[in-house]
């Protein structure tokens, strides 16, 4: 079992940034890809970003590519998620994800993939 705890959530304004953080306790940490997904009223979950657990590699949706970045700790059992440049259409609840992932050698966008979720932590964009 793997348990995630998100935090850095907020109320920004458009063009202001926030970071997230994912902490992660129980099965050994390298062993995961993680992701940030997110999830707006009425609208399905979609993936943020992935990062890779042997190299660190990382992938992003077109829509958060350059204002967006995506770390891991493997020191602190911790993964970040950094975003500037905000818009209002950022404003979601935004989720943490672990996959299990001996092989590492490819990137993870479907929901469908991931083991363990956090709980969620409410990200707001005003105009």
């Known amino acids: 079992q793997v348990q995630l705890v998100e935090s850095g959530g907020g109320l920004v304004q458009a063009g202001g940034s926030l970071r997230l953080s994912c902490a992660a306790s129980g099965r050994s940490f390298t062993m995961f890809a993680m992701g940030w997904f997110r999830q707006a009223p009425g609208k399905e979950r979609e993936f943020v970003a992935t990062i890779r657990r042997s190299d660190s590699n990382t992938y992003y949706a077109d829509s958060v590519k350059d204002r967006f970045t995506i770390s891991r700790d493997s020191g602190k059992n911790t993964v970040y998620l950094q975003m500037n440049s905000l818009k209002p259409e950022d404003t979601a609840v935004y989720y943490c994800?672990?996959?299990?992932?001996?092989?590492?050698?490819?990137?993870?966008?479907?929901?469908?993939?991931?083991?363990?979720w956090g709980q969620g932590t409410q990200v707001t964009v005003s105009s």
């Open positions: 994800a672990a996959k299990y992932d001996s092989i590492s050698r490819y990137y993870y966008t479907r929901p469908s993939a991931y083991d363990y």
